[in-house]
């Protein structure tokens, strides 16, 4: 019998992962600490969270960009080639179909981004407490997960298959229904320096544990902007990522 090619057909959101390096995390946890003492930047009212302790981050664009700017940027190249024309939703309708070539005048006109990071926010994760399900604003979000302690996944791995869950400190993203030959959940017990970026809109939501430990995350909304470029003008923008 002659051997069968199959094809598997992408499907859903697009989620990136990826590890950042060990000077970013130690960055993160120490303008963390800084945060503590200032009651001005407690996320908590702000946050789907249940947890006891969440600060933004203050003055964080100098030393934070230069450091996120690779995984987003990353994170859009992907997502390009993962889905067509995937940032066209941004433009005005009417502009639309101006990316294509002009026949008549022989000019290209290409779609261009920018982005920009929202806000910033890091998470204190204490026993018992956890994050429901719920979804961002802006166009993309991420979570960078900076102190795991070991027994958080020494609990997993005891509670693995006393419930019917994925299991303490896991993270989950959820997309479509839960029917058979179907994939509607994907989870994670994060490690530390793992990032997950995402989109918005995506329905996440994160376990707790009952460990005596305390878990750090960071997380951030990201808004993507495009726009059209003149190919016959130096303007100087950004093309979209290829």
């Known amino acids: 019998?002659?051997?069968?090619?199959?094809t598997q057909y992408y499907w859903g959101p697009y989620?990136?992962?990826?590890?950042?390096?060990?000077?970013?995390?130690?960055?993160?946890?120490m303008k963390g600490e800084e945060c503590r003492e200032?009651?001005?930047?407690?996320?908590?009212?702000?946050?789907?969270?249940?947890?006891?302790r969440a600060f933004y981050y203050d003055n964080w664009e100098d030393w934070f960009l230069p450091r996120i700017s690779p995984y987003i940027d990353g994170y859009?190249?992907?997502v390009s080639n993962y889905r067509k024309n995937a940032f066209n939703y941004l433009l005005p309708e009417h502009e639309r179909g101006s990316i294509y070539p002009n026949v008549a005048s022989g000019i290209q006109k290409d779609l261009s981004v920018s982005w920009r990071v929202d806000k910033v926010w890091i998470n204190y994760q204490e026993s018992f407490e956890y994050n429901?399900?719920?979804?961002?604003?802006?166009?993309?979000?991420?979570?960078?997960?900076?102190k795991?302690?070991?027994?958080?996944?020494?609990?997993?791995?005891?509670?693995?298959?006393?419930?019917?869950?994925?299991?303490?400190?896991?993270?989950n993203f959820e997309y479509g229904e839960d029917a058979p030959f179907s994939l509607a959940k994907i989870h994670k017990l994060p490690s530390v320096g793992e990032i997950f970026?995402?989109?918005?809109?995506?329905?996440?939501?994160?376990?707790?544990?009952?460990?005596?430990?305390?878990?750090?995350?960071?997380?951030g909304n990201v808004t993507v902007e495009a726009y059209i470029r003149d190919n016959s003008q130096n303007t100087g923008t950004m093309r979209v990522p290829d």
Do not use: C
Request: charged share 20%; no cysteine; net charge negative.
């Open 132 to 146: 429901p399900p719920h979804t961002h604003s802006g166009s993309m979000s991420f979570v960078i997960y900076a």
């Open 15 to 29: 989620i990136l992962s990826a590890v950042v390096d060990d000077e970013f995390i130690d960055e993160l946890l």
């Open 1 to 6: 019998m002659n051997q069968i090619e199959f």
């Open 197 to 219: 970026i995402f989109p918005y809109w995506l329905r996440h939501y994160v376990f707790g544990f009952s460990s005596e430990v305390e878990r750090v995350s960071v997380s």
């Open 148 to 171: 795991v302690p070991k027994e958080i996944e020494e609990e997993n791995e005891r509670m693995h298959g006393v419930h019917n869950n994925s299991g303490p400190g896991m993270i």
């Open 76 to 78: 859009l190249r992907g």
């Open 38 to 52: 200032k009651s001005k930047l407690d996320a908590r009212p702000y946050l789907a969270a249940t947890i006891g």
